[in-house]
């Protein structure tokens, strides 16, 4: 369900739905959620629901044509009856040969990718967006493959949905958890300062699920990574799992597999809370860690502190042999030069800043 309790209560005031009546609103809005479930009133005939879409391009772009500062939400903009976490506004849709397309009413039709407009407030963060993730793609980190695209003359970030692959033309759901969900822990709870978890029990969970030993090495890199460039939003309900249901599409392993990285984002150039969504060794603010919160911090990725600082210096090395370049191929793209810049100074500050901290790393005893 969505967290921007405007968008939220404006879904349920159209329909009449009460605030405490969740299973109503979960009939309504069930058809396309996250993950693989498709939830109907009872007694519903699930077979009797089509699959079709409907073409939103053009009022998606006059939408997008005006200012942020006076756009609505997509997903009223656009009337749909669509339904994901997260308090930014975007929008679910099926991406097809420069078409953009939602599921009709009382339609089973999946989604592929996410849109996500430009900001009301929080000035460049389609391009932010789109610069982190390109870095982490060529760090190693799995990611979904995303981009910016033209909209009537705005341009989005675009992401593929990374509980949703295309086969033969069809899209095809795949079931989804995040770390909150598989914890059994409230939204509400996300970050670690109101009782949510931390990276201790965020490894643990991985062990417990079985997935591969080098999904244990991804996140512990895309934890650096998060603190490298200044990704402070970077909470539970954004690391997730994926189960695969679909054995006869072809995928990566069985069971249970560590989802996809996203939404990372630098929210370092923006007037944010600057505290981390999971302390570092207990450290909440990076300018006050030190040797023994790294330590600490390799405990709780159980990690050897050599481990820690080779995967530290390996993942600074990778930043720094790609960040200038995505900074001069973003700027040529799109200009808004200022915003690739003060990304670039952040991410160059925090790597010389953890290159020190792996080098006591790897002299601990």
Same mark, same amino acid.
């Given at each position: 369900?969505?967290?921007?309790? @405007?968008?939220?209560?404006?879904?349920? %005031?159209?329909?009449?739905?009460?605030?405490?009546?969740?299973?109503?609103?979960?009939?309504?809005?069930?058809?396309?959620?996250?993950?693989?479930?498709?939830?109907?009133?009872?007694?519903?005939?699930?077979?009797?629901?089509?699959?079709?879409?409907?073409?939103?391009?053009?009022?998606?772009?006059?939408?997008?044509?005006?200012?942020?500062?006076?756009?609505?939400?997509?997903?009223?903009?656009?009337? @749909?009856?669509?339904?994901?976490?997260?308090?930014?506004?975007?929008?679910?849709?099926?991406?097809?040969?420069?078409?953009?397309?939602?599921?009709?009413?009382?339609?089973?039709?999946?989604?592929?990718?996410?849109?996500?407009?430009?900001?009301?407030?929080?000035?460049?963060?389609?391009?932010?967006?789109?610069?982190?993730?390109?870095?982490?793609?060529?760090?190693?980190?799995?990611?979904?493959?995303?981009?910016?695209?033209?909209?009537?003359?705005?341009?989005?970030?675009? !992401?593929?949905?990374?509980?949703?692959?295309?086969?033969?033309?069809?899209?095809?759901?795949?079931?989804?958890?995040?770390?909150?969900?598989?914890?059994?822990?409230?939204?509400?709870?996300?970050?670690?300062?109101?009782?949510?978890?931390?990276?201790?029990?965020?490894?643990?969970?991985?062990?417990?699920?079985?997935?591969?030993?080098?999904?244990?090495?991804?996140?512990?890199?895309?934890?650096?990574?998060?603190?490298?460039?200044?990704?402070?939003?970077?909470?539970?309900?954004?690391?997730?799992?994926?189960?695969?249901?679909?054995?006869?599409?072809?995928?990566?392993?069985?069971?249970?597999?560590?989802?996809?990285?996203?939404?990372?984002?630098? !929210?370092?150039?923006?007037?944010?809370?600057? %505290?981390?969504?999971?302390?570092?060794?207990?450290?909440?603010?990076?300018?006050?860690?030190?040797?023994?919160?790294?330590?600490?911090?390799?405990?709780?990725?159980?990690?050897?502190?050599?481990?820690? %600082?080779?995967?530290?210096?390996? !993942?600074?090395?990778?930043?720094?042999?790609?960040?200038?370049?995505?900074?001069?191929?973003?700027? %040529?793209?799109?200009?808004?030069?200022?915003?690739?810049?003060?990304?670039?100074?952040?991410? !160059?500050?925090?790597?010389?800043?953890?290159?020190?901290?792996?080098?006591?790393?790897?002299?601990?005893?």
């Amino acid at each position: 369900m969505p967290e921007n309790t @405007a968008l939220l209560s404006y879904m349920r %005031s159209k329909l009449r739905i009460t605030h405490d009546n969740l299973f109503m609103f979960l009939t309504e809005y069930g058809l396309e959620s996250a993950g693989a479930l498709i939830i109907v009133e009872e007694g519903r005939d699930v077979s009797e629901l089509n699959c079709e879409y409907r073409d939103i391009t053009d009022k998606l772009i006059i939408e997008l044509k005006k200012d942020p500062e006076n756009q609505i939400d997509l997903i009223i903009a656009l009337d @749909a009856k669509i339904s994901l976490a997260g308090a930014q506004n975007k929008l679910p849709v099926r991406y097809e040969n420069g078409k953009f397309l939602i599921s009709a009413d009382n339609s089973l039709a999946a989604t592929s990718h996410v849109i996500k407009p430009p900001h009301r407030i929080f000035k460049g963060l389609p391009y932010n967006e789109a610069f982190c993730m390109e870095l982490a793609r060529r760090v190693g980190i799995p990611v979904p493959m995303s981009d910016i695209v033209n909209i009537g003359g705005a341009e989005v970030f675009i !992401t593929e949905r990374y509980d949703r692959a295309v086969a033969d033309g069809r899209v095809i759901r795949y079931h989804q958890e995040d770390f909150c969900q598989a914890l059994g822990i409230n939204h509400a709870l996300k970050y670690e300062i109101a009782g949510g978890p931390g990276f201790r029990d965020c490894i643990a969970l991985l062990n417990r699920s079985g997935v591969q030993k080098t999904s244990v090495v991804d996140f512990a890199r895309v934890a650096i990574f998060n603190v490298i460039i200044a990704n402070h939003d970077a909470h539970a309900k954004n690391f997730s799992f994926l189960y695969n249901y679909q054995p006869e599409i072809a995928r990566d392993g069985t069971g249970v597999t560590l989802a996809p990285f996203y939404d990372l984002v630098c !929210t370092g150039i923006y007037p944010l809370n600057e %505290s981390f969504a999971m302390s570092i060794g207990g450290i909440s603010y990076f300018h006050e860690l030190d040797d023994d919160a790294y330590r600490q911090f390799a405990g709780d990725l159980s990690l050897p502190y050599n481990a820690l %600082s080779g995967l530290i210096n390996d !993942t600074i090395g990778k930043v720094r042999a790609s960040v200038s370049d995505i900074v001069q191929s973003y700027t %040529s793209r799109f200009g808004n030069e200022d915003i690739f810049i003060k990304i670039f100074n952040i991410i !160059t500050n925090n790597c010389k800043i953890m290159e020190k901290a792996s080098d006591s790393l790897n002299a601990s005893p």
